[in-house]
């Protein structure tokens, strides 16, 4: 699934605002770690994602099939993270209460419904853009809506279709004239991928 969120104000959501000289780059490491973070919570794989100044886009798979291999309690514990991390100003994962835990896994109904939760696009992207949003108008000292829709999402039905998705998102920043080529947009996934490849591999010791 191709995902995309577009910011709804003049001031730019990563980049440099041009009336004010404010620097927001540092919102990429937000979003990039919370990324990374929820994908490890949720049953849900990133394929590709770019962040640009002012939007991103991020393509998924769900992986409905590793949700349903969750232990109850297993399912009660990455849920009650997600809710947490959904309000957390800062990168790191907030301590749980292991008794709510514990109590939730008892749960068997609010447990089938959060564990078809766990490979839901939606509740993957609601997370995600509440947690920017709740940050970027803490740091911006305002209120009000942070992003102009809930999101817009295309779904990648064949092969072909996600190489074409992945190209487009890989070449966005470049075309967008935030990168000199399409290799050089360090907030993409092509970026990293080069960037693992050009990595020397740890040689065993002898």
């Not at 995902?3 to 540092?26: E, M």
């Not at 100044?53 to 393509?59: E, G, R, Y």
């Not at 957390?88 to 068997?108: G, R």
Request: positive net charge; glycine residues 4%.
């Amino acid at each position: 699934m191709h995902c995309w969120a577009r910011c709804v104000r003049r001031a730019f959501l990563c980049g440099r605002d041009p009336y004010t000289g404010k620097d927001y780059s540092h919102r990429r490491r937000w979003i990039k770690t919370r990324e990374e973070q929820l994908a490890a919570l949720f049953a849900i794989d990133i394929q590709f994602r770019a962040e640009l100044s002012n939007h991103f886009h991020i393509v998924l798979r769900t992986c409905p099939a590793a949700a349903k291999r969750l232990s109850a309690y297993e399912v009660a514990r990455r849920w009650l993270t997600i809710t947490k991390l959904a309000k957390c100003f800062t990168d790191k994962l907030p301590e749980i209460d292991e008794e709510k835990v514990e109590k939730l896994a008892k749960d068997k109904k609010r447990i089938a419904k959060l564990r078809k939760r766990l490979s839901d696009v939606s509740w993957f992207m609601g997370t995600l853009l509440e947690n920017i949003a709740r940050r970027a108008n803490k740091e911006d000292g305002t209120s009000g809506t942070f992003w102009s829709t809930r999101f817009g999402s295309r779904e990648c039905t064949d092969l072909s279709a996600l190489l074409i998705c992945a190209i487009y998102v890989d070449l966005n920043p470049y075309r967008a004239g935030e990168a000199s080529s399409p290799v050089t947009g360090a907030n993409t996934s092509v970026y990293q991928r080069l960037k693992a490849q050009n990595e020397p591999r740890n040689s065993k010791s002898r």
